[in-house]
């Protein structure tokens, strides 16, 4: 991939992430913090192909490392912003 | 391009990233508002899967595959097992823990690329560009890595203490400059192996020393600011591996994250500079301010209860001393009472109020209380002057006068809830001490205000009995 694309991608992105939160209300600040946490461990994927192309004992330590806080960061992310989600409830759909 | 080609097992994987950057977008969209945050993170969660299984087939892993399967089981279920049983007062430092093993990823990636470039391999993807992103996000991922596991010590209360010396920013800014020359000589020469090492180890230094002598009131913000750190470093990861959903969703984070960053920042009266380089809430501020004329006065529970029971409305403001004493399902029987009643019954939420933004809300929605009953400082404000009762259970700066009023408070020109402006206050409260950051509190000498002494559950347990006995 070229810079200049990378570069655009980038941008891009950066404004995307800005427009996407910028409306958030103070009561959804812990859960989506927690859900963009979430979103970041696609780093997952990136450990895995390091850990998949590693061929010496170092890369393989480093790279089982990688793969092993990635997947903590996704499973964990997941499991805490959903818990969290999970209560918000309205009063019209039965409150308590 | 014929149908064969266009099937390649590349396009496939090529075609499920692309998809997976569509839902994340999708999801951070969905969770920022309440009625369909739910449906957010489980869309973000379809892309993560569908990201993560494509990936086994990715043509660029050639072995290792038993190694992977491995640590991503005892990755999952470490992680699985620990997000289950967190009590909703402890996630503030779950989710800085979580963060930290994002940032950590990150940066193992750019170390075993930086690996292969001194062993003799070569980057995945050479070029300059990748090279100084590799360094970059190696920097910012192990800053976040190390910083993030300090944050979450210190809110799990492993490391009480706020450690300062005299002349800390001096070295911390020496360090971060030789951190930023080892950078430069990774990047653009050959290296050898101790600076690999000096490289990793300072950068983790760094991320400990940036964040000890932060005080627990600002740890949300700077936790805030980590995941933002995280998701620039696996965006630039993602470049040096040329993986288009790493650098958008880390880019996407890295954004969001830094806005998230302002407003909390902004919610506390607290430039996000003050927070990195300033010492609050570290009691080294003092008192501030000369002490309030008039005395407190208290009042019983049964009373209590009577003012409440017979007021047209009833404003409620929780402080993190009511998610300490759990009595959140107490206030919300008590809420339901009163509301029976035909009280008018709101609960005001500062946005600092918990241990980070939005907390609190986490907090209410697990006792039951629906988030439509629940407003926020804008929205509330306004309200107080028609409001016969504040009842104010484990808060307390967040309510203080002297914000408004007082210069010389360390807190002048916090935006607080002007509960003072109802007729009535009523204050739960453990003693008359200060609390949490030492300043002194003028709304609990104020004559409109009345003191309810004791735990917060078991006041909020009278307080249910005494109006059912009414």
């Not at chain 1, 850990?51 to 330590?61: M, S």
């Not at chain 2, 014929?2 to 998809?19: D, G, M, R, V």
């Not at chain 2, 979580?98 to 993807?125: K, Q, S, W």
């Amino acid at each position: 991939m070229e810079g200049f694309v990378a570069l655009y991608i980038f941008m891009l992105a950066a404004f995307t992430g800005y427009e996407v939160i910028s409306k958030v209300p103070t009561i959804l600040h812990t859960p989506l913090m927690s859900g963009s946490n979430f979103v970041h461990g696609i780093v997952l994927v990136g450990a895995m192909v390091a850990l998949g192309q590693a061929d010496n004992t170092v890369e393989q330590i480093i790279g089982f490392v990688a793969v092993l806080l990635a997947a903590g960061n996704v499973v964990g992310g997941y499991v805490v912003t959903e818990r969290m989600l999970e209560m918000f409830k309205s009063s019209k759909d039965g409150g308590s | 391009m014929n149908l064969e080609n266009l099937l390649s097992i590349e396009n496939l994987i090529n075609f499920s990233y692309f998809a997976t950057a569509i839902l994340f977008i999708r999801g951070l969209k969905l969770m920022s508002s309440p009625v369909t945050a739910r449906k957010g993170i489980i869309w973000a969660g379809v892309g993560m899967g569908i990201a993560t299984v494509v990936t086994f087939a990715h043509p660029q892993i050639s072995s290792n595959y038993g190694l992977m399967l491995l640590a991503i089981t005892i990755g999952s279920v470490l992680a699985w097992w620990s997000g289950k049983r967190v009590a909703m007062t402890d996630m503030p430092q779950m989710i800085a823990l979580y963060n930290g093993m994002g940032g950590g990823a990150a940066a193992a990636i750019a170390a075993v690329e930086l690996v292969r470039e001194y062993t003799g391999a070569g980057l995945t993807h050479g070029g300059v560009v990748a090279q100084v992103l590799a360094v970059l996000g190696a920097l910012i991922g192990t800053i976040a890595f190390s910083g993030s596991l300090i944050a979450f010590a210190k809110l799990q209360g492993w490391m009480r203490k706020v450690y300062r010396f005299p002349g800390q920013q001096v070295v911390n800014l020496l360090l971060f400059a030789g951190l930023l020359f080892l950078g430069y000589k990774l990047a653009f020469t050959h290296f050898g192996g101790m600076d690999l090492y000096l490289f990793f180890g300072l950068a983790l230094l760094i991320g400990v020393l940036m964040t000890v002598p932060i005080g627990g009131a600002d740890m949300p913000v700077v936790i805030s600011l980590y995941n933002a750190l995280t998701g620039l470093a696996v965006g630039f990861e993602g470049f040096v591996l040329q993986n288009p959903a790493m650098m958008i969703a880390g880019i996407v984070v890295g954004a969001a994250g830094t806005l998230l960053t302002q407003l909390m920042a902004k919610a506390m009266n607290r430039p996000l500079t003050n927070v990195l380089f300033a010492g609050f809430g570290t009691g080294d501020d003092g008192g501030g301010g000369e002490g309030p004329e008039g005395s407190m006065k208290s009042i019983e529970a049964g009373d209590a209860a009577i003012t409440m029971a017979y007021a047209e409305k009833v404003v409620i403001v929780p402080g993190y001393g009511m998610a300490v004493a759990q009595a959140q399902h107490k206030i919300w029987e008590l809420t339901q009472l009163l509301k029976d009643r035909g009280v008018k019954v709101a609960f005001a939420i500062h946005p600092v109020a918990g241990r980070m933004p939005g907390h609190m809300n986490v907090l209410l929605a697990e006792a039951g209380v629906p988030y439509d009953l629940i407003y926020d400082l804008e929205d509330i404000n306004s309200q107080f002057p028609n409001t016969d009762v504040s009842l104010v259970i484990g808060a307390n700066d967040v309510v203080n006068p002297a914000a408004r009023e007082d210069k010389s408070s360390p807190i002048y020109g916090m935006p607080i809830l002007d509960v003072d402006h109802s007729h009535n206050v009523i204050v739960v409260k453990r003693g008359q001490g200060t609390g949490f950051s030492g300043i002194q509190n003028h709304l609990f000498f104020a004559d409109n205000t009345r003191m309810l002494y004791g735990d917060g559950q078991e006041v909020a347990q009278k307080l249910v009995a005494a109006i059912k006995s009414l």
